[in-house]
């Protein structure tokens, strides 16, 4: 990937359905005023859990982007990816309808599909018997069903599958796609990744294993990474999609380039089910190769968006890593975890940390940490806390790390050559 | 259950099913050539039918209704029926 002749990867379009807004100014306006997405859980009753608090999309309208009756026979995962593919491809200017089948291909990815789905088909099951099983059940419950809804509704002919690796699922899904442009497998790629895994049995189950936080009572400040004050993440939900495209074909059609992606890797830490390996090896080693594919010096990176759950495990497991790879850049460089903000989307999380880097390269922002308060000691380098910060970011990577040891790095970088592009604000190649 | 079925009932719950307006749903229009059915839509209709008509529908009878008239007969002959459909439902 990272080669002096390897095809540069451009991203030509985001599209957000999330829980601080379902476009990218809204979303982007948000981040930068650090404003949180986390309320009371309204979607169900959650009086019985120790958790009521999650960061629910708001005010999603799927009539705008699909009939009646597909809305009603597609789960809120996939509803959610449709729209941001939609809006996707509307920001890129690209239609697929009116290109060669396999020139456009989707990856979107997603951690629990449609779980909302099979919760509702099994109290059926068990209150009705099985006649009363959906017809729509196998179809709204699998995981890879949203990359095909997409294909059908906009004419993605290409490559059309799901990655599923827990929380770096759409990071892994964003890597993988590049990859597929960058072999000529398909000019441009819809990648991302959707989730709606805010359930009463997912949520208990997080909240069994106390991974999720219980700050019940002051839900804007529940997500907190590095911050000593933490007590567990917070569930989001949301879909991300972003258009990559064959550099070359985009700069043929005058194609806005919003930035490139320069690098991905992928390991795994071979350490636990759900804790990361304290050392962060797997981190290390995964963040180190994205980085070389890219061709360039772990120097060179200006901001890392941190996968930063808001655990203390996971958030000196990852402080570690970065210490690891970057030496005494590492306190050079910005990191943020914007989870902060949005939650934790889960299987969407990737994708959508890997919008911000984009849109953070674009706008020339690190959008902050917010509720950082208390720093934990453990926990020592530039979090950008609370407040965003104008800088000039040529090189951003943005990790991702899931249940299951599954660890993903992307390399984003300011279009042109190893990152060094026009300035910020004057991204268009004509 | 009443006596007597009011069609427009039935076009108001085929309508919610097939994502369609109510008035599309007449006598002679087949579910899968006019309206656009597909062979989950019919399944899922045909459970909303059973329940809101408390009949059954036996797979014989289904592979034979292929229009919202056919349906429609069915409901006038068995909607009474339903202890003798359920019966039949679970034999």
């Not at chain 1, 895994?197 to 991974?211: E, H, N, S």
């Not at chain 1, 989307?345 to 849109?359: D, K, S, W, Y």
């Not at chain 1, 407040?387 to 040529?394: H, K």
Request: glycine fraction near 10%.
């Amino acid at each position: 990937m990272a080669t002096a002749d390897a095809r540069p990867v451009a991203v030509t379009g985001l599209g957000f359905v999330t829980p601080i807004g379902n476009d990218t100014e809204t979303v982007w306006a948000n981040l930068v005023a650090g404003r949180s997405g986390v309320g009371p859980i309204t979607l169900f009753d959650a009086a019985d859990l120790p958790t009521r608090i999650a960061a629910q999309v708001r005010d999603f309208e799927p009539e705008r982007f699909m009939d009646r009756k597909a809305a009603r026979h597609l789960a809120r995962y996939c509803q959610y990816g449709l729209a941001a593919a939609r809006m996707a491809l509307d920001d890129a200017g690209v239609d697929p309808a009116r290109l060669d089948p396999d020139a456009v291909g989707v990856v979107l990815s997603s951690g629990a599909g449609g779980i909302e789905e099979i919760e509702r088909n099994q109290t059926t099951l068990l209150a009705r018997g099985p006649r009363r099983i959906s017809p729509f059940a196998v179809p709204m419950m699998i995981a890879d069903m949203a990359a095909g809804i997409v294909a059908m509704h906009v004419g993605a002919g290409g490559p059309n599958y799901a990655v599923v690796s827990a929380c770096a699922s759409s990071a892994h899904g964003i890597g993988e796609a590049a990859e597929i442009v960058r072999r000529g497998d398909a000019e441009v790629m819809l990648a991302g990744g959707s989730e709606a895994a805010i359930t009463p049995l997912m949520l208990g189950a997080f909240c069994q294993i106390q991974a999720v936080s219980t700050r019940n009572d002051a839900p804007e400040r529940a997500c907190r990474p590095f911050d000593q004050a933490r007590d567990g993440f917070v569930m989001g939900e949301g879909a991300v999609m972003m258009v990559l495209e064959d550099g070359e074909r985009a700069r043929r059609r005058g194609a806005r380039v919003l930035a490139e992606i320069g690098g991905y890797a992928a390991s795994a830490d071979m350490y636990h089910y759900t804790a990361p390996d304290p050392d962060g090896r797997g981190a290390t080693r995964a963040m180190r190769r994205a980085i070389a594919k890219a061709g360039l010096a772990p120097d060179r990176v200006d901001y890392i968006n941190a996968h930063g759950t808001s655990t203390r495990l996971g958030d000196i497991a990852e402080t570690t890593a970065i210490k690891a790879v970057f030496g005494d850049h590492s306190h050079r460089l910005a990191v943020s975890s914007t989870k902060s903000m949005v939650g934790h989307l889960l299987g969407a999380a990737g994708a959508f940390e890997a919008a911000v880097c984009v849109l953070a390269i674009d706008r020339g922002v690190l959008p902050p940490t917010i509720n950082l308060d208390d720093p934990d000691p453990a926990c020592d380098l530039d979090y950008v806390p609370n407040r965003a910060r104008p800088a000039r970011i040529d090189v951003a990577l943005s990790n991702s790390f899931g249940f299951g040891g599954h660890n993903a790095c992307l390399v984003v970088q300011r279009p042109g050559r190893n990152g060094v592009g026009p300035p910020a604000g004057d991204t268009r190649i004509t | 259950m009443t006596d007597a079925l009011d069609f427009r009932e039935l076009q108001t719950l085929a309508a919610e099913v097939l994502g369609i307006d109510p008035e599309r749903v007449q006598l002679p229009l087949s579910f899968a050539r006019d309206l656009a059915a597909d062979s989950l839509d019919i399944v899922e209709l045909m459970m909303a039918v059973e329940d809101r008509y408390q009949v059954a529908l036996p797979e014989d009878e289904l592979q034979r209704m292929t229009s919202v008239g056919d349906l429609w007969d069915y409901l006038l002959a068995h909607h009474g029926d339903r202890a003798a459909g359920q019966d039949a439902a679970t034999a």
